[in-house]
């Protein structure tokens, strides 16, 4: 299973944040988490593959990732990639100023939601990084540093306005926070949460909000985007995912151990959502 370590990052305490700009041949910094929130950017590195918490993809020519979960272990490996000037900045941000009576402003509201979801890994599309890379350059080669903060702000709330930015960790292996739920969504996420090892009919979940199935059903996938059983499942890989990468159990006991019928079943959801075998994930960790 992968080792990993917590970094000391080079922020310095009367700093709001420390970029950090390279160029390099090869991904060689070994997996990693701490407290600081990062903006990661890589280009020129089509092939390499990315890993943070129980997501491993491959990459683009073009990369751009922002992580605010404290124990959330990362990664980028050479993979594939066959490029020799690799373009890779590092951002690391200080977690305390996004905790001030600012950040509850009206103008921070897109900021703070983006924060939240980033506990899982954020990671944008290409045609955005595209945009706002030379801001993200700028950036790092800023000397001004009451400048170079706006700057941040600025680069952060257009990130925030991205729509189609993904969350890459599944919310429940890396344990994350959720803020604002409705009362009816979060009654059934914890009761989930309580009996993902069980099987969970809609009619539970919707008799403990007051609702009919069909109308539970409309309103969970509004609030969360996903229907109540995406959300069962979701959760249930989660827990498989780490329990492959934290326990020796056989991967057929964590399948059953985490709500799922058959080993089969179990195998087609995990590749699926991680595009490997849980054995293959097993190994790769």
């Known amino acids: 299973m992968r080792e990993s370590f917590t970094e000391i ?18 991904f060689e910094y070994p997996a990693h988490c701490h407290e600081v929130y990062e903006l990661n950017f890589v280009e020129n590195a089509k092939g390499a593959t990315r890993t943070i918490g129980d997501s491993h993809e ?11 979960g404290a124990k959330l272990v990362h990664v980028w ?8 000037d690799i373009h890779e900045i590092t951002i690391h941000i200080d977690p305390s100023i996004f905790f001030s009576p600012l950040m509850n402003k ?27 890379r030379e801001d993200i350059v700028n950036l790092a080669q800023s000397n001004d540093s009451f400048a170079s903060v706006v700057r941040l702000f600025n680069l952060l709330y257009r990130l925030s306005l991205v729509e189609d930015a993904r969350e890459l960790s599944s919310s429940s292996f890396v344990n994350a926070r959720e ?18 090892m069980h099987t969970i009919h809609l009619s539970e979940l919707a008799d403990l909000v007051c609702m009919n199935e069909d109308s539970f059903s409309r309103f969970f996938r509004q609030k969360t985007g996903r229907t109540p059983n995406r959300y069962l499942i979701d959760y249930r890989l989660g827990i498989a995912a780490r329990m492959l990468m934290t326990t020796q159990m056989p991967v057929s ?20 959502s991680k595009g490997c075998t849980p054995s293959e994930f097993r190994e790769h960790f």
Do not use: W
């Open 9 to 26: 990052s080079r922020l310095e305490p009367l700093d709001i944040f420390y970029a950090g700009e390279r160029h390099k041949t090869y």
């Open 58 to 68: 491959t990459i683009s020519d073009l990369d751009l990732v922002l992580m605010t």
């Open 77 to 84: 490996e050479q993979g594939t990639c066959p490029q020799r």
């Open 106 to 132: 009206r103008a921070f509201v897109s900021i703070h939601r983006m924060i939240v979801r980033a506990q899982r890994g954020l990671a944008f599309p290409e045609q955005a990084i595209r945009i706002l």
């Open 179 to 196: 803020e604002n739920v409705d009362e009816r969504v979060r009654k059934a996420k914890e009761y989930i949460e309580r009996n993902y």
């Open 253 to 272: 006991e964590i399948g059953f151990s985490c709500g799922f019928n058959t080993l089969s079943h179990f195998n087609r959801l995990f590749r699926e």
